[in-house]
């Protein structure tokens, strides 16, 4: 009788403590992340998406704005401070427009626990025809969360990386367009002056602080 109480007491501790855990890590994913959508949110926790499974969740638009996804152009998103994503780890956002596929827009990480993304919202229906039945379920946006691994991602901000490859493209056709007032044809080569880079830039220089909206010109 007394083994039987030992092991019925065992028993009870072993099912409170997994019991204990399994709420401690349910609480630890509801504290995962955030988001707020800048002039148009309050923040909005975990809760306000639909959980797919363990490590995605995605938000349909329609239940926030309607038809009007296309006007939300940015995303704060943030890391909460009870949960600590593994440094290996990122929690990526994509956005998704009606009958089109998700499109990566960037992710924070522990080192980044915050960001706030433009939202390019691809064209509807690039996915192919829309085959809408009679009791078929309209197509909505959607943005998409997922804890993935951050060797995988491209970027963490792919909007601002192409701001950035638009404004080396900006600053490489103005240099381009001076050089060509200078330059010579050697065969397949152009010849410049070697102090072209030089005088380029004092150009610049001078020419910016003559107009200040010339180098709004830049702007992306």
Not at 180 to 205: A, E, N, T, Y
């Amino acid at each position: 009788m007394k083994e039987f109480f030992t092991v019925r007491v065992i028993t009870e501790c072993s099912v409170k403590k997994l019991n204990s855990d399994r709420r401690e890590q349910k609480q630890e994913i509801l504290n995962m992340f955030g988001v707020v959508f800048p002039n148009r949110s309050f923040p909005m926790d975990i809760s306000t998406f639909a959980q797919i499974d363990t490590f995605h969740w995605v938000l349909d638009m329609n239940t926030f704005v309607g038809e009007a996804y296309d006007q939300v152009r940015d995303l704060c998103i943030f890391l909460l401070n009870g949960f600590t994503l593994p440094p290996e780890k990122a929690l990526a956002v994509y956005i998704q427009s009606p009958g089109s596929p998700f499109v990566f827009c960037g992710a924070v990480t522990v080192a980044r626990p915050s960001a706030v993304l433009t939202l390019s919202w691809p064209e509807p229906g690039a996915a192919g025809p829309l085959q809408l039945t009679a009791d078929a379920q309209p197509l909505s946006a959607k943005i998409g969360v997922s804890v993935e691994d951050l060797a995988s991602l491209p970027s963490l901000d792919v909007a601002a990386e192409k701001r950035i490859e638009g404004l080396a493209m900006k600053v490489g056709e103005n240099l381009f367009n001076f050089m060509q007032s200078f330059c010579g044809v050697d065969g397949s080569k152009l010849v410049v002056p070697m102090d072209i880079l030089d005088r380029w830039f004092k150009k610049f220089q001078e020419r910016a602080k003559r107009d200040p909206e010339y180098l709004k010109g830049f702007a992306l």
